[in-house]
């Protein structure tokens, strides 16, 4: 059984860094093919992917958000990690980590985390 | 980075109401996918590469759609079809999702 959960600080000041966590089970990282990505949705608003990493430790990130995003991962390839430097009131949003279908052509989410509420305010 | 645009923004149908939510991509897309969103809840895969029902998904639903204008349908519209409905895409490294097209039972 594939499940996803996020973790983060609920609220931070603008300009600190948030830390996110994805920790899942049913799956490992290691595995060829696997890619897990990290997607937000402020309260109303649509959805934005924000970056991916696969089993090879490659990353992707969305352009327009690069510069102050890292994506990681542990070695136990259990866990995924999200660092957006420099958060403003923008970042408030529902964060989500998905995991891309492995090993299908198309790149589409079929497992999907709970989301964690994240809050920027002075 | 390729936007993608829904129509309509929100809709309300009647039941046994044939619904059809359009996304449009601004450049060609080999691929469409779709969520189902429920307030409070995360979205979950609807359709996938354009036409294909993910798991559980009934079959009143369908995908169509090529190149930069995709669709879904239901055929006869029930109440828990209620929801917003998101497209997305992948192409070159990048990925977007389309503004959501939130559909309620008249």
């Known amino acids: 059984q594939v499940t996803l959960k996020e973790s983060g600080p609920g609220m931070l000041q603008p300009s600190k860094t948030l830390s996110l966590t994805c920790s899942f089970s049913?799956?490992?990282?290691?595995?060829?093919?696997?890619?897990v990505s990290w997607i937000r949705q402020p309260s109303g608003k649509s959805l934005e992917w924000l970056a991916a990493?696969?089993?090879?430790?490659?990353?992707y990130y969305n352009p327009s958000l690069k510069s102050r995003l890292t994506v990681s991962k542990d070695t136990s390839n259990t866990q995924v990690f999200l660092k957006i430097t420099s958060v403003d009131i923008a970042d408030t949003a529902t964060y989500y980590c998905?995991?891309?279908?492995?090993?299908?052509?198309?790149?589409?989410?079929?497992?999907w985390g709970q989301g964690v509420m994240v809050t920027v305010s002075s | 980075e390729i936007v993608l645009t829904q129509s309509p923004t929100t809709m309300a149908a009647s039941p046994g109401e044939k619904v059809t939510i359009t996304c449009r991509a601004s450049?060609?897309?080999?691929?469409m996918h779709w969520y189902q969103q429920k307030p409070g809840a995360s979205p979950k895969p609807w359709i996938y590469?354009?036409?294909k029902l993910a798991s559980g998904v009934p079959n009143r639903f369908s995908g169509s759609g090529s190149g930069t204008s995709y669709s879904l349908t239901i055929s006869s519209m029930e109440t828990e079809d209620t929801a917003t409905y998101y497209c997305?895409?992948?192409?070159?490294?990048?990925?977007?999702f389309g503004s959501g097209t939130k559909l309620e039972i008249k």
């Open positions: 590469d354009t036409s």
């Open positions: 997305q895409q992948w192409s070159s490294n990048s990925l977007t």
């Open positions: 450049s060609s897309v080999s691929y």
């Open positions: 998905a995991r891309r279908r492995p090993n299908y052509g198309s790149y589409y989410f079929d497992y």
């Open positions: 049913g799956f490992s990282l290691s595995t060829s093919g696997m890619v």
């Open positions: 990493i696969d089993w090879d430790g490659d990353k």
